[in-house]
């Protein structure tokens, strides 16, 4: 923590997706941050290198690395509204490095990187946030989060103090909705067959709105289910948490808003 | 002999396995049941955990030592009256096994299950040298029967329904009466057993794989659940052990941390029904057993994966698990990966033993959503080995040109933070204005790949962080 | 170059080894003399009598039967009441072990035969070396005593388990065993009657073995 301030200053990486697709994400993890007491800064950034990283471009993902890593210097903490993205800095970051100087370097970053929710929770002891959804929500475990980073229990804590909010277990939440970076593209048909199953148990949960804690699973879950015509909303869990549910839902045109 | 890869049509293949109704309705059954019953088996086992975790330790230790290891069960087998044979090559390994066979009169050969000979092409092999190789295990023996190969390295046939297996039954099994009923798994059951009893019966020469290879004892240990591999290796003559380098272990304590692990991963049983330790020939006095000891060591490609980065594969006790809670091999079965090996840990051993300019589709064809390595009960980072494969194939350019140039065009951008904030704008901007009726595109030009499946959200507008610069410059105000 | 040699020297090429490592070979000589144990489950351990529940737990949770007998005497009239109540011959194939031979078989009404199994015996006795109370399992000897082809040829298994020989673990029976003698052809662990899921995930009992297990543990 900064010896000038009390409060912790937190380094928001939105992710490319949140910063090109979703800024609303990015101001509703935003606003929770500073609810919870932290000074949130934006500086300049593009993307954690995983694409690279996954796609067997190590050159790049370095380079993506390092230039993360000094985006953030100044920051005492980094959080990211994704559990993917998080996964890339605090487990993967380190493994790209041989030098003993940069992979020190990456392992102190990695060290004071957090996905949003476990962050609010596990760092900062938030036990409840100040916000209203009228309904049942069901909660897709996105799986870097779930397995990078043992993200299951902190979003269901939180989403647990909305007020009007029940949230209904959807079966297989922790299966892989067959997002995969580049492989949905690339193995399109594959990819299909998998969100076709997430978004089945979606639909049984019989919750009108999904939430999950990563951008990408939730692009992938929100374009095959407007594809299926099926009248379920799709949201970033940081939006309701926020209390942010003002922008139409993902993939939705505006009169579909609640 | 080998079997002839079909790795490089994975996508063709995996198509053709998703509008495949019959395999679709088999795949229902590894989704459902494995799972359940894994997860089950370790619940009720505090102990779980700790026993993964030194069986990775373990099995490192023996990869580390495998030379010295490989010399004491070597010595032991022979002081146990058996004989050890090594073979570099898939080729060698059948031309040992079919000149034992031979040196026998061998006419009849059972054979229980065995991955390693399905890798090698063994069966090819010993019916080429104008002898009948007679698979036992129930699910090997449906598949031999189609012509198949397993499509799972413990299930062979979960991609079969039992109406299939009917078919094929009174197709081959045409001197029993026509008129049986045949509508329910047990009947399938009851027949193959009766015609197998004869077959273990007739056999010359019995042909065993072995989950474990015993240094200390000179032991094979094979795990099974029908007692297949017991009729194979107890009534013939001859008992012939094939398995593969990596399979030995020091000591039966050691053998026993793995048996731990290996049931509750594969079909979530605490322990097989038939765990059973053979050490050379029957004795003097036995009345029954073996007369004759053989064990066929096979390379086939392992000892160039040590000291390598995918050296955690050789991990690999064959449980399963991983594929079982594979969200790809349950869309597309074990067929689809083209060769003897399916889903996550195929994905892995398919390119270190066949190449990954044939299995290079392979490790790409996954999500890493990682489930597979929270199973493993040797704790091999199968993602992480996937993304070592897909290195390499960036590396020796064997990454598809669009992937290439995509990434290096993205790649220019995303480390250049100035150029990338104006293209993004420009092109988000353009693309909300484009999306802004329905908030979404259900086709894109340059997204094909995604919009033929799903609808592609559009962007809510400018991007984040322009957003963000612009609200601080009005709060500043 | 043999193909033995081979493939030795393919391994220390790619461990970068020559093999003649003495920190190498005492880290080997050594875990093959200290053999040690991983992780014990604490399920089997306890007390005698403890183990016997557990026992009687596991073996039953995989489909096989179990009986407590007073003393080993109650043993063929045990095999003639199963017999009796499936219905089945009394007839019953056994090795030499003496444990078996001494007792009273034709009082119980038994018609027995000595050897190996050829496919034709429905019922066949053996006694086991051990049991193990942490999975229900059965660890049996090959030999005249017990000869091999009957766990697994004939319809119904009978095992006769002495209660002094119930293990916590199977550490502890292969321990016994390695003081025992040399190891026998054949050592079977066996754990329940054979099954197949091979179609259709669908569990069914008595694949290419038993049908039935059915365990006599026996206190005297």
Request: aromatic share 6%; hydrophobic share 40%; glycine share 8%.
């Amino acid at each position: 923590m900064s010896p000038a301030s009390a409060r912790p200053r937190v380094g928001l990486f939105a992710t490319c997706l949140v910063d090109l697709f979703r800024p609303s994400v990015g101001f509703a993890a935003a606003k929770l941050l500073e609810d919870a007491g932290c000074e949130v800064l934006v500086p300049p950034q593009t993307c954690c290198g995983q694409p690279a990283f996954n796609s067997g471009d190590r050159v790049t993902a370095r380079d993506l690395a390092l230039q993360v890593m000094d985006a953030f210097s100044g920051c005492d903490y980094i959080v990211a509204p994704s559990g993917s993205c998080t996964g890339q800095m605090v487990k993967h970051f380190p493994e790209l490095f041989d030098e003993p100087q940069l992979a020190m370097r990456a392992r102190a970053f990695a060290g004071k990187t957090f996905e949003l929710v476990s962050f609010l929770t596990d760092v900062l002891k938030v036990t409840s946030v100040e916000a209203t959804y009228e309904g049942r929500v069901t909660y897709h475990d996105s799986c870097s989060g779930l397995r990078e980073l043992g993200i299951q229990s902190q979003p269901r804590a939180l989403l647990a103090t909305v007020k009007g909010l029940e949230l209904v277990e959807m079966k297989e939440s922790d299966v892989c909705c067959g997002f995969g970076g580049t492989f949905a593209a690339k193995y399109g048909e594959i990819s299909d067959a998998i969100v076709t199953k997430k978004t089945a148990h979606v639909s049984e949960s019989g919750a009108p709105l999904l939430l999950a804690g990563d951008l990408g699973c939730l692009m992938n879950m929100a374009g095959k289910i407007t594809r299926q015509s099926k009248q379920i909303e799709v949201r970033h869990v940081a939006e309701v948490l926020a209390g942010m549910c003002d922008e139409p839902p993902i993939a939705a045109r505006k009169e579909m808003r609640r | 002999m080998t079997l002839h890869p079909t790795t490089p049509g994975f996508k063709d293949n995996a198509h053709q396995a998703l509008r495949d109704p019959e395999l679709q309705k088999a795949l229902g059954h590894v989704q459902q049941g494995f799972i359940y019953k894994r997860q089950s088996a370790v619940e009720r086992l505090p102990e779980f955990e700790n026993l993964r975790e030194a069986a990775r330790d373990l099995k490192d230790h023996v990869l580390k030592h495998l030379d010295l290891y490989l010399e004491t069960y070597e010595r032991n087998v022979i002081a146990s009256g058996g004989q050890v044979h090594f073979a570099r090559t898939s080729a060698e390994a059948c031309e040992t096994i079919v000149n034992i066979c031979k040196s026998h009169g061998a006419k009849s050969v059972t054979k229980g299950k065995s991955m390693v000979s399905e890798e090698i092409g063994l069966n090819g092999a010993i019916e080429a040298a104008g002898m009948q190789a007679v698979e036992t295990d129930l699910g090997e023996y449906i598949i031999q029967l189609r012509g198949e190969t397993p499509s799972h390295i413990i299930a062979p046939a979960v991609h079969l329904t039992k109406e299939q297996v009917e078919v094929d039954f009174r197709r081959v099994h045409t001197h029993l009466e026509p008129a049986r009923d045949l509508s329910e798994p047990v009947q399938l059951l009851t027949e193959a057993r009766g015609v197998l009893r004869q077959k273990f019966l007739d056999a010359d020469v019995g042909i065993t794989g072995a989950n474990f290879l015993v240094a200390e004892t000179g032991s094979s240990i094979i795990v099974t659940n029908e007692g297949n591999g017991d009729l194979t290796q107890s009534l013939p003559r001859v008992h012939i052990v094939i398995a593969s380098i990596e399979k030995i272990v020091p000591t039966l304590e050691d053998a026993i941390l793995l048996l731990r692990v290996l049931a509750r991963s594969a079909t979530g049983q605490d322990m097989s029904v038939y765990t059973t330790l053979s050490t050379g020939p029957r004795r003097a006095e036995d009345p029954d057993g073996p007369e004759h000891y053989h064990v066929v060591l096979v390379d086939n490609g392992r000892s160039a994966m040590l000291g390598t980065e995918f050296e955690d594969m050789l991990r690999c006790i064959r449980c399963g698990a991983c594929m079982n809670h594979c969200p790809v091999y349950h869309a597309i079965g074990g067929h689809a990966y083209g060769w003897v090996y399916p889903g996550p840990m195929g994905a892995v051993l398919t390119p270190s033993l066949i190449g990954v300019e044939k299995g290079g589709h392979l490790p790409n064809a996954s999500t890493f959503c990682g489930r597979c390595e929270s199973v493993c009960p040797v704790k091999i980072p199968l993602p992480k080995l996937m993304r070592h494969w897909r290195e390499r194939e960036f590396e020796r350019h064997l990454t598809p040109a669009v992937q290439r140039y995509g990434l290096k065009i993205w790649g220019f951008f995303a480390k250049n933070p100035g150029l990338y904030s104006l293209a993004t704008r420009a092109a988000m901007t353009t693309l909300a204005w484009l999306g802004r009726d329905k908030g979404r595109f259900t086709s894109l030009p340059l997204a094909k790949g995604w919009t033929d499946y799903r609808d592609l959200p559009s962007p809510q507008g400018d991007t984040f962080q322009a957003q963000w610069r612009k609200r601080q410059k009005e709060a500043r105000r | 170059m043999s193909a033995r040699d081979d493939v030795f020297a393919n391994i220390r090429r790619s461990l970068g080894v020559s093999g003649k490592e003495a920190t190498r070979r005492a880290g080997v000589t050594q875990r093959l003399e200290t053999t040690p144990r991983g992780p014990i489950p604490a399920r089997g351990q306890g007390s005698p009598a403890a183990r016997l529940a557990t026992f009687i737990t596991e073996a039953t949770r995989v489909s096989a039967s179990v009986v407590v007998l007073n003393n080993k005497d109650a043993v063929p009239d045990e095999v003639a009441r199963f017999l009796r109540a499936a219905n089945l011959p009394l007839s019953l194939k056994m090795g030499q072990d003496t444990r078996l031979a001494v007792l009273n078989w034709k009082s119980a009404g038994l018609d027995t035969s000595n050897g190996p199994s050829d496919g034709s015996d429905l019922n066949a006795l053996s006694h086991a070396f051990g049991g193990v109370a942490e999975t229900g399992s059965l660890v049996l000897l090959s030999g005249p005593d017990n000869p091999v082809t009957l766990n697994f040829l004939p319809d119904n298994h009978f095992v006769v388990l002495s209660a002094a020989d119930l293990a916590a673990d199977l550490e502890s029976v292969v321990t016994k065993l390695k003081q025992h003698s040399a190891l026998p052809r054949t050592v079977n662990i066996i754990t329940g009657p054979s099954r197949s899921a091979d179609i259709e995930q669908t569990l069914l009992l008595g694949a290419h073995g038993p049908r039935q297990l059915h365990i006599m543990v026996t206190l005297k």
